[in-house]
């Protein structure tokens, strides 16, 4: 009899067969481990490079005509975590117990022990909650402190002086925004213009729990998707059709089912607010199918008001439900308008607006600044070019609320200048454009996170053995290679397919050990797709088995053709995807 294994153990049985077989397992084990940080093994290394190399062929290469990679680092100053709002508003309520000094995530406290769902409520409300119901500390019964904000952030010192701080970037959006014109300008200033990064982040988890699914450090995987609102449509063309939706309103309403919709509609209505958000989730949605989860296990679950980050106009997230913890979130959809570029504009100084031409030259009223450069250098002397460059950054508006100020003289970026040198005129004149901050529509994702998710829904049992049907295109060894029997006539010329495979690009593992049904065992546990078995009629016609993992059927072909055959049965491009 096949099939999954039981709810109530798979989850243990995934975690034993991830530590033997070496997918995962929590790292600094012999001193104890550390929670939220795991290691990943061998085949988990792989498992997790092939699902990121996936997510780059959708996200990235699929896209390629509007979409970049970039790398940027993970230590950031601390001013640009004060710009992005981190600083304030990266923060989990906290709550300790008073007796033992056991700390907890004060919402998650609340929920597992009332089972009411406080997602993204205060610490006010939530410690009302506590004082209510009269809540305790689990492990000792002791009182419990006031809730407060903790902030998630790793704190760090750039440099031998403790006054130049830094943190280990809680997401890898931040260091995309601030490159976003030296991005912009190399990709030939055009929008939309997609920047991609995957690489570590840390969060500073109060109480991670949940194995692989919340973790204090991880790979992250995103796009800042650079556009203007009211400019052309997605190439719908490319990804489009069904999203399961579950929309705040219906939540509000206390309605848990999700419904299936149109993409193109739930934009036109509103329903999705952003078309490029709905876009990206279309995109989410076949990458995710391809890890193994079908559609019917995934939906998009939006955010309520107050669960959303503070750069949000819109959140969807997109879960899945895997055994031991029910749905949980693969992917964040967030549309984070122009809040990040507008805010990095205000701290940095710098112009992060881009032109956007109009189809036809219109004649429009300005306001410009007009300076008296004969006043201002008998006021300025050397200094008045660095006035006037600094006064190409300052508005009309902000000059006219100078000038309203009593007194003969206006201080204007710095320099103390007399009015009678500056003045602000209307003009009528031709443009062919206008300056905007164009919207960011923001796809992420957790790689780690990934990895469990498709172990899940790999995991079945058939007799009394374990097979891993973990889709090819992500399987960390997709080839295995045995000699039929223990003979040295067959070892050898199994070597040397082992050896070409190798060569080619595959991974592979070769094994003589035991009976070839063992073998064949060993292989399905780690979930290779396809053995390669060299036998007796190898020696006479040079044909070879290919082992199916999932069916058990069997295929001879010549060792010429062994190298085609495979890239079309693990359905890859190229050897190297």
């Not at 597992?112 to 205060?122: N, Q």
């Not at 710095?414 to 009015?419: D, L, N, S």
């Not at 396809?530 to 072909?557: E, M």
Request: with cysteine.
């Amino acid at each position: 009899m096949s099939g999954a294994a039981p709810l109530e153990d798979k989850y243990d049985k995934i975690v034993d067969l991830a530590k033997r077989r070496g997918f995962f397992w929590p790292s600094y084990e012999i001193y104890g481990g550390v929670a939220g940080l795991y290691d990943l093994g061998p085949l988990g290394a792989m498992l997790k490079n092939n699902i990121v190399n996936l997510w780059r062929e959708y996200f990235v290469l699929k896209h390629q005509d509007f979409v970049t990679e970039v790398e940027t680092p993970v230590i950031v100053p601390e001013v640009l975590l004060k710009a992005s709002g981190h600083l304030d508003h990266f923060t989990d309520p906290i709550v300790e117990c008073l007796k033992c000094g056991r700390k907890y995530r004060a919402d998650h406290l609340v929920e597992d022990l009332t089972g009411l769902k406080v997602e993204g409520s205060d610490a006010r409300e939530l410690d009302s909650i506590i004082r209510e119901r009269g809540l305790r500390c689990p492990q000792c019964g002791g009182d419990l402190s006031e809730v407060r904000a903790f902030n998630l952030l790793f704190r760090t010192t750039i440099g031998p002086y403790s006054s130049d701080v830094g943190y280990l970037r809680p997401e890898a959006a931040q260091g995309m925004f601030s490159a976003f014109r030296r991005v912009f300008v190399a990709m030939r200033e055009r929008l939309p213009l997609g920047v991609a990064q995957i690489g570590r982040v840390a969060r500073n988890e109060i109480s991670p729990r949940q194995g692989m699914v919340r973790l204090r450090e991880f790979t992250i995987m995103e796009v800042e998707f650079f556009h203007d609102p009211e400019g052309d449509d997605p190439p719908w063309d490319r990804f489009s059709g069904k999203l399961r939706l579950l929309p705040a309103e219906a939540r509000s309403r206390g309605e848990e089912k999700p419904f299936e919709v149109d993409v193109v509609e739930a934009v036109s209505e509103g329903m999705i607010k952003n078309k490029w958000l709905g876009y990206w989730m279309c995109v989410a949605r076949d990458f995710v199918k391809e890890l193994g989860v079908e559609y019917g296990e995934m939906y998009f679950e939006e955010k309520l008001p107050h669960e959303k980050a503070h750069y949000s106009a819109q959140t969807f997230d997109q879960l899945v439900k895997i055994s031991r913890w029910g749905w949980i979130e693969v992917s964040g959809h967030a549309y984070r308008t122009d809040y990040d570029l507008r805010r990095h504009m205000e701290f940095s100084g710098e112009d992060m607006t881009v032109f956007k031409p109009f189809k036809e030259p219109a004649t429009v009223e300005v306001e410009r600044v007009v300076v008296d450069k004969s006043v201002l250098g008998r006021a300025l002397g050397r200094s008045m070019p660095l006035f006037l460059e600094a006064i190409k950054r300052i508005g009309p508006d902000e000059v006219k609320r100078a000038l309203e100020s009593p007194g003969e003289t206006v201080t204007l970026a710095g320099f103390e200048v007399p009015k009678t040198a500056i003045r602000v005129v209307r003009e009528r004149e031709k443009v062919s454009g206008t300056r905007i901050v164009p919207h960011v529509a923001e796809p992420s994702f957790g790689a780690e996170r990934l990895v469990l998710v498709v172990l899940d829904k790999a995991y079945t049992e058939e007799e009394d053995r374990v097979v891993l049907r973990i889709p090819k295109r992500v399987a960390p060894v997709r080839v295995a290679v045995f000699p039929l029997l223990e003979r040295e006539e067959l070892a050898r010329v199994a070597r040397e397919v082992y050896a070409k495979l190798m060569k080619l690009g595959f991974t592979v593992i070769y094994d003589e050990s035991g009976s070839i049904g063992r073998r064949y065992a060993r292989a399905d546990e780690v979930g290779v797709p396809y053995a390669v078995t060299v036998d007796f009629q190898t020696l006479s016609d040079g044909t070879v088995t290919i082992r199916d993992r999932d069916t058990r059927q069997q295929i001879r072909v010549g060792l010429e053709e062994l190298h085609r055959r495979l890239v079309e049965l693990l359905g890859l491009a190229t050897v190297a995807l």
